[in-house]
């Protein structure tokens, strides 16, 4: 099992020097690629980004003329790709009239890779994003569909295989925006509140990926990136890629063209709105008058973390104190208080502080717990003033 640290010092770092809200983001990269570790490699929902997701459907491998694979041009169309993830919704917006066909190849090393089609409308796989509380940016989503096969023919291996071709893991599919006020770092799958399911069917390899709603950028020049042979995430999309600061053309690096593509979207740029385009800049960046506001709640949560329990009762107004035993219950060994309250106790426990501040919310609320000689736990319910 890895720590941060570990993760952090095997990514590949940009060359340039990066922003706190940069920063944060690659912080909250490396947490996920530890979430992931820690979960079976094919998983069903996503809950928070930038965690992946992979179709549960891995259809057993059914090979095309003697063991032959889906020759380009012969692939499931996106539609069926859908279907056969079980997404019906999705399956009927590719062939809605948002809906794009457009079948274009690239080779990458051993590999043929095909963007399918792409398509826009409402959120139909149930992806759900934390950055949709409070916020006015469209809630429709952008999806997209590739095939993965190998230049000799052969099938891909299936997802469970024990060496599969193409994994969440070691590959990255992401928009771009080829526009100078668009960078890399900001605009990408991560930012995007990305998703992507992965689907093993006739010796193909299908991947679908979904972000937020693309067209209000039609006008920037968006892009697929796709990424084989990728490990690290946002640093292979920063470091396999360069962009013009002032044309904003995006092109993979010299000696990378082999495990770097790049996909022209073709998206009617007559849809773009800018209006809706700084509604889900202000969103993914963190800026905007919601945002201000998130860091005001920030800022007061910050400072009640410095509280000590004794400026808590020399400042606060007492609501309810209770003392507790060590009960079995539905979360375990523990103190089960208040209106379900739990604090965990193990075999070899022992509290740090005999008496400390537990708890505290942006509204003031604040929970005291004091560990008690005889087991039991004083646990007191406090509301302090706050700006």
């Known amino acids: 099992m890895g720590n941060v640290y570990d993760e952090m010092e095997t990514m590949q770092w940009p060359e340039h020097e990066l922003t706190r809200a940069q920063q944060d983001r690659i912080l909250e990269q ?17 809950t928070r980004r930038p965690v992946w997701r992979l179709a549960a459907a891995a259809a057993a491998l059914c090979c095309l003329c003697a063991g032959g694979v889906a020759a380009a041009g012969h692939f499931l169309a996106p539609t069926q790709v859908a279907q056969q993830m079980e997404q019906r919704d999705l399956s009927a917006l ?86 100078p006020d668009c960078p890399l770092m900001d605009y990408n799958v991560y930012t995007m509140n990305g998703a992507r399911r992965d689907l093993v069917e006739e010796g193909g390899h299908y991947i679908l990926v979904e972000t937020d709603l693309l067209e209000p ?47 022209d979207l073709p998206i009617d740029e007559s849809k773009a709105d800018p209006e809706q385009a700084a509604a889900l800049r202000d ?18 949560l910050d400072d009640l973390a410095t509280i000590t329990p004794e400026q808590v009762r020399a400042q606060g107004t007492l609501q309810s104190t209770e003392t507790v035993s060590i009960t079995d219950g539905v979360y375990g060994m523990g103190w089960y208080y208040g209106d379900g309250g739990f604090q ?22 604040v929970v005291l717990m004091t560990y008690n000689p005889d087991d039991t736990m004083t646990v007191e319910q406090w509301l302090v003033p706050v700006p």
């Open 30 to 46: 490396a947490l996920g690629r530890i979430r992931e570790d820690r979960q079976p490699e094919v998983t069903v929902r996503r």
């Open 94 to 179: 590719f062939v809605g009239p948002d809906a794009v066909q457009v079948e274009e190849t690239q080779q990458a090393g051993d590999y043929t890779v095909t963007l399918l089609g792409l398509t826009s409308g409402a959120n139909v796989t149930e992806y759900w994003s934390s950055d949709w509380e409070e916020t006015d940016a469209p809630r429709g989503r952008s999806y997209a569909v590739l095939a993965v096969s190998r230049r000799d023919g052969t099938p891909m291996a299936d997802l469970d295989a024990e060496t599969p071709d193409v994994t969440v893991s070691n590959s990255l599919v992401s928009p771009v925006l080829g526009a």
């Open 217 to 263: 950028f039609a006008d920037k020049n968006p892009q697929l990136a796709v990424v084989l042979n990728s490990t690290d995430g946002i640093s292979d999309l920063l470091n396999g890629y360069t962009q013009d600061p002032e044309t904003g053309t995006i092109a993979p690096k010299a000696g990378m063209e082999s495990r770097c593509l790049l996909f």
């Open 283 to 300: 969103q993914w960046l963190g800026t905007g008058v919601a945002a201000e506001e998130n860091a005001d709640g920030q800022d007061l």
């Open 344 to 365: 965990a106790s193990t075999a070899d426990w022992e509290p740090q502080e005999k008496d400390r501040v537990a708890m505290w919310s942006d509204a003031g609320q």
